[in-house]
């Protein structure tokens, strides 16, 4: 019998075991929040895994513990080791404690009670996906959308999110194929995992979730976003902002990565772009970081000719929370 895909109705008859992979670098107040939110949620079998990607911190601990009864595990790294490597420890803890799903979930991020109820049912009902991922909507601004899906496109290495800014103008419950699901929240199943391997540690942080969903396409599976689960997201960072010598860096590594992976025809065009770019910024633009910025860009190549992954140099952690 086919399936109608027209609506998804609950079918779950099991409830299977999540992991919550919960990235944390500094706000705490966030991560509470966070937590707090997920206390709410109608799912019960579900665990919280702490990816803490800094130094030991039993602080960290003593703030949750009291708050979830889900805390599993605060894994501390010692140093920041990225998105991908933070992510990947908190990963293979959860496969070897028994989970069937991984949601890797951003601290800053508040969820809403059925999110992950509508997630497992569409994911249970649909064995050619692989991941999937709710609405993501601003925190501010609690009907206009941050994410709903992203497309790839090969001409310039470069994903695009569809319905970014727009407001919610109807609820629909129908999945929607995409390119692949943000990591500010992703739902992964395990066979997943099993068939393309983790996150690529190359990449630092910026398209390592773009890989992850390409890579689970070329295997025959889908990326879903089922657009009745919703999350809000605060949208703040802390690594200096959209322009910031350490946003530059990584785009720039990352992206020429991501050519080499899916677009080695456009790595000659996009070297001319980026020493463009660095011409521009020496000489055309203003402010005191222009010389970083550019430094920045020119790194960035090199160390992607080297083979050179981390977190970059240290003048590029500059810290400034935006919104």
Not at 8 to 20: E, W
Not at 192 to 207: H, M, P, T
Request: aromatic residues 8%.
């Amino acid at each position: 019998m086919a399936i109608d895909n027209k609506a998804i109705v609950p079918v779950m008859q099991k409830h299977p075991k999540v992991a919550i992979i919960i990235l944390h670098l500094k706000a705490l107040p966030c991560l509470v929040d966070c937590v707090v939110s997920l206390n709410k949620i109608t799912y019960q079998n579900f665990n919280i895994i702490i990816a803490h990607n800094g130094p030991e911190s039993t602080a960290l601990l003593d703030t949750l513990a009291p708050i979830s009864r889900h805390i599993r595990k605060v894994i501390d790294m010692d140093a920041n080791i990225g998105f991908t490597g933070a992510n990947n420890v908190g990963i293979r803890y959860a496969l070897r404690d028994g989970a069937e799903y991984i949601l890797l979930l951003n601290d800053d991020t508040e969820v809403a009670p059925d999110f992950l109820n509508k997630l497992i049912d569409v994911a249970e009902l649909r064995l050619d996906a692989g991941m999937l991922g709710p609405k993501i909507l601003f925190y501010d601004q609690p009907q206009k959308i941050w994410f709903a899906g992203g497309k790839f496109n090969p001409e310039t290495c470069m994903a695009s999110s569809l319905e970014v800014d727009q407001t919610v103008q109807h609820e629909n419950s129908v999945p929607i194929e995409s390119d692949f699901i943000t990591g500010c929240a992703l739902l992964v199943k395990r066979n997943a995992i099993e068939k393309i391997g983790l996150l690529d540690e190359r990449i630092f942080i910026y398209c390592e979730d773009l890989d992850w969903g390409l890579r689970l396409i070329k295997a025959g599976l889908k990326n879903l976003v089922v657009p009745d689960a919703k999350i809000w997201h605060k949208v703040s960072i802390t690594v200096g902002g959209l322009d910031s010598p350490f946003t530059i860096y990584h785009k720039t590594r990352s992206r020429l990565l991501m050519a080499k992976l899916y677009a080695p025809k456009l790595l000659y065009k996009l070297h001319r772009k980026f020493f463009r770019d660095i011409i521009w910024l020496l000489f055309k633009s203003h402010g005191p970081s222009k010389i970083k910025k550019a430094g920045a860009c020119l790194l960035a190549m090199i160390d992607y000719h080297t083979g050179e992954t981390g977190k970059g140099p240290d003048f590029l952690m500059t810290t400034r929370k935006i919104k």
